[in-house]
């Protein structure tokens, strides 16, 4: 049976959904006849409701790994030394799929390198044929998909959470706990933390509705009226990448392949052409609505609802009526 | 100080990639005919470096455009940017999806710019073949510190180099002693400047350097290979058609402000 193993690094709160792994992990067990076990790596060695969630994702095996010294915070190359260690114990061969995300990203490449193992990238579907691993993943900003194959032994790769849930393991998880003694980088100098200014817009991951402004706001003062929107929906504002880089809104705003991957309920996509490398960084299953002056923009090809007008027309009115009892 | 510029460039986003495939017989993407630009984050890591070159005159800037002869007038375009050393590294045929052999070449094209650099600046994504891989890889391969996702960075007087991100919710100051690699994304702060035109000019004359990658072992076979690549329909979401309101923009607005109350009420706001 083949294992696959997923990397849970917990306590970071970068890491927007550190289960993300397990659930992909179980559901690329289910179609290959495969096995899931989960690392989840802690400061506490008691984290028992982060074990039942992994075994409610499907993992078959789970070890959970303390580690002391671990910051409160920790900062990647301590997750590295410390994942780099449990693997050399636990896993010589096969899948290691760690959350998608700066963190995890970043830990799948490194790990890879560290362990003489091959990093697949982010994917969007792993396979076997045999002894032949296939990946998935996008290229070309989102535009097209390449399909890479591999013969190493072991492989790295970050996933999102699948659309579609797997059912947990039919038997109770076999549950092991550790603690790890070894040595944590002691060289790196913890990072400055500014602390967020009040008036920081919240973040886009997590929000149940999300309004979103592109290239067709024409500047700073349209999002002015997004973070008016966004307040008195109680969401949060997203950006295109040309906004980003116009300055408009911040690099923490971006959705998008190259941005943050969202999955609110729904999305308004004001002043949004929709191209296919903002269209990357939306959940399949969130309801779009469209406010573009253009009535051939592409985003009304994937939205349900559509306004066609310039937003100065639409937004003010909106919020006003919004705001009325 | 030595600051190192790695640069990709990518197919222009703007043209359309309908017949992208893999050329007969091999492993590389057929690309001919496609024009190339860097993309924003080659060009956040370009002016990243530039602005490091304008606050102190001890930092050399090298860059490097990993790539082969299709990537000349991009060449010329970072050129005008009057870097201290820009070369174009790579030969006729070139592929970065192996990323165990692109970490080798990226290796190489850095230690072919200078012996020990200080500092090696990349995009968060490196080309169309990367998702932000590459840059965290090549700074384990080689024993480099890594900063992924910087906004902005700076050098302090003690030597370190001192880089801020945003990490989840909150924003970080890292202080790091070289050598340093730092992927960079972009922000408002470092959106590339226009080149001045003497510059153009000065460098649409100039020879093109190129530096050839050393042979890489001549059995080796890629550890990840690309076997297809094809332009993919966006994926179907749920909705299918789109309603559009119709009327006058007032009673648009109103529908649409109706919509957002029934919506706001069954999620209980």
């Known amino acids: 049976m083949r294992r696959i193993c997923a990397l849970v690094p917990l306590g970071d709160p970068a890491v927007a959904d550190p289960f993300a792994a397990v659930a992909a992990a179980a559901a690329i067990a289910a179609r290959s006849a495969g096995r899931v076990s989960a690392i989840l790596l802690s400061r506490e060695a008691n984290a028992d409701a982060a074990v039942a969630q992994a075994a409610r994702e499907g993992a078959a095996e789970i070890l959970l790994a303390s580690h002391p010294a671990l910051p409160e915070v920790p900062q990647t190359d301590h997750l590295l030394t410390a994942f780099a260690h449990l693997l050399r114990m636990e896993a010589h061969e096969g899948l290691v799929l760690l959350p998608a995300g700066p963190v995890g990203e970043e830990l799948a490449a490194r790990l890879a390198l560290r362990l003489d193992a091959v990093p697949l990238g982010r994917c969007t579907d792993i396979a076997w044929d045999g002894r032949t691993l296939t990946a998935r993943r996008p290229a070309y900003g989102g535009r097209a998909e390449a399909v890479l194959a591999t013969e190493a032994p072991l492989c790295f790769a970050a996933m999102r959470r699948p659309v579609e849930t797997s059912a947990p393991a039919a038997d109770a998880p076999a549950v092991r706990a550790i603690t790890l003694d070894v040595m944590l980088p002691g060289d790196l100098p913890p990072p400055e933390i500014r602390e967020p200014a ?109 306004l066609v007008a310039p937003w100065q027309e639409v937004l003010p009115k909106l919020i006003e009526k919004l705001r009325a009892p | 100080m030595e600051a190192v510029v790695l640069l990709a460039g990518v197919v222009d986003p703007k043209w359309r990639l309908d017949g992208l495939a893999l050329r007969p017989g091999t492993a590389l993407v057929e690309e001919t005919g496609l024009p190339r630009r860097l993309s924003p984050f080659d060009e956040a890591a370009l002016e990243t470096a530039l602005k490091l070159r304008d606050a102190d005159p001890t930092v050399r800037v090298t860059a490097v455009l990993v790539g082969g002869p299709a990537n000349n007038a991009l060449l010329r375009a970072i050129a005008a940017f009057r870097p201290h050393r820009v070369f174009r590294f790579g030969g006729v045929a070139l592929s970065l999806w192996d990323p165990l052999a692109a970490v080798r070449l990226l290796g190489a094209a850095a230690a072919a710019a200078v012996e020990r650099p200080d500092l090696v600046l990349m995009g968060r994504e490196f080309g169309d073949g990367d998702d932000g891989a590459l840059p965290p890889a090549l700074a384990e391969a080689q024993g480099w510190r890594f900063c992924g996702l910087a906004h902005a960075v700076s050098l302090a007087e003690d030597g370190a180099v001192t880089l801020r991100r945003v990490r989840g919710p909150r924003e970080e100051v890292l202080r790091l002693r070289p050598p340093v690699l730092a992927s960079i994304t972009n922000d408002r702060g470092n959106r590339l400047r226009h080149p001045l035109l003497k510059n153009v000019m000065l460098a649409k004359r100039e020879p093109i350097e190129v530096v050839a990658p050393p042979p890489d072992a001549p059995a080796a076979a890629p550890a990840l290979a690309l076997r297809d690549i094809a332009v993919v329909p966006p994926p179907t979401r749920g909705a299918g058609a789109c309603r559009f309101l119709t009327g006058p923009v007032e009673a648009q607005v109103e529908e649409l402000a109706a919509f957002l109350r029934r919506w706001r009420a069954a999620v209980g706001g």
């Open chain 1, 198 to 306: 009040a008036d920081r817009p919240r973040r886009p991951e997590g929000a149940r509705i999300v309004v979103a402004g592109g290239r067709g706001m024409g500047g700073p003062e349209g999002f002015a009226q997004l973070r008016e929107l966004a307040a008195v929906l109680d969401g949060a504002v997203g950006a295109s990448l040309p906004a980003v880089d116009a300055g408009w809104a911040a690099v923490a705003q971006q959705v998008g392949q190259s941005g943050a991957f969202v999955t609110p309920e729904l999305y308004l996509a004001i002043g949004l052409s929709g191209t296919p490398q903002h269209l990357a960084g939306i959940g399949l299953n969130t309801r779009i609505v469209a406010v573009n002056s253009d009535p051939e923009a592409e985003i009304f090809r994937v939205a349900e609802l559509g």
